[in-house]
Nanobody
Framework: QVQLVESGGGLVQAGGSLRLSCAASGRTFSSSAMGWFRQAPGKEREFVAVINWSGSTKYADSVKGRFTISRDNAENTVYLQMNSLKPEDTAIYYC?????????????????WGQGTQVTVSS
């Protein structure tokens, strides 16, 4: 089992920054691919970014150049640095863990999910 706890969400003005954290416990964190997804009101949950055990990353086109995913295996934590935030980035952000995957981008590829943290960007 893996437990994931997100933090760092909040209210920020457009153009501002936030850093989300996801603390993992349980199964070996360093061998996992860790992803961030988000779900805006009235919309389906969508892929944001993923980082695997080797540090390779992939981003959704909508956040490329603005968001950076990173991980600290010693701290069992994955981060999402969000810069130049836009109102359309408003959503609940979820972190997820996948094992045996290279750079998963589909929800069905992930084995464990956190509860989510709210990010609200005001215009």
């Amino acid at each position: 089992q893996v437990q994931l706890v997100e933090s760092g969400g909040g209210l920020v003005q457009a153009g501002g920054s936030l850093r989300l954290s996801c603390a993992a416990s349980g199964r070996t964190f360093s061998s996992s691919a860790m992803g961030w997804f988000r779900q805006a009101p009235g919309k389906e949950r969508e892929f944001v970014a993923v980082i695997n055990w080797s540090g390779s990353t992939k981003y959704a086109d909508s956040v490329k150049g603005r968001f950076t995913i990173s991980r600290d295996n010693a701290e069992n934590t994955v981060y999402l640095q969000m810069n130049s935030l836009k109102p359309e980035d408003t959503a609940i952000y979820y972190c997820a863990a996948a094992f045996g995957r290279y750079l998963p981008r589909e929800q069905r590829e992930y084995d464990y999910w956190g509860q989510g943290t709210q990010v609200t960007v005001s215009s």
